[in-house]
């Protein structure tokens, strides 16, 4: 997105005055198209990331933890 004012003039230099339109046409077309490529690229990525996240499954290591934590507490309210 930068610089590209120097493209689009540099474009109606070089050429005759009927091409104007359909230079400026070209890169209103490309800026747009272009932000939203990369508008969907990140935003499937990010998508990407938070499902990585929701479908993970606990190990057992992590399961074994959270039952003892479990017990653990079950104890501390038997003993009030």
């Known amino acids: ?3 590209w004012q120097s493209v689009l003039f540099d474009s109606f230099y070089g050429q005759s005055a009927g091409m104007n339109f359909s230079n400026s046409l070209y ?5 747009f198209l272009g932000n ?3 508008l969907n690229l990140f ?3 990010l ?8 479908g993970e ?3 057992e290591s ?8 479990k017990k ?6 038997l003993k009030r």
Not at 27 to 31: H, L
Not at 47 to 54: A, H, K, M, V
Not at 72 to 77: G, H, M, Q, V
């Open 72 to 77: 653990e507490r079950k104890l501390e309210k």
């Open 43 to 45: 935003l499937a990525i």
């Open 57 to 59: 499954e606990p190990d």
């Open 1 to 3: 997105m930068e610089n």
């Open 27 to 31: 890169c209103i077309v490309w800026i």
């Open 47 to 54: 998508l990407d990331s938070f499902l990585e996240e929701d």
């Open 62 to 69: 992590e399961i074994a933890h959270q039952e003892q934590l």
């Open 36 to 38: 939203f490529i990369l």
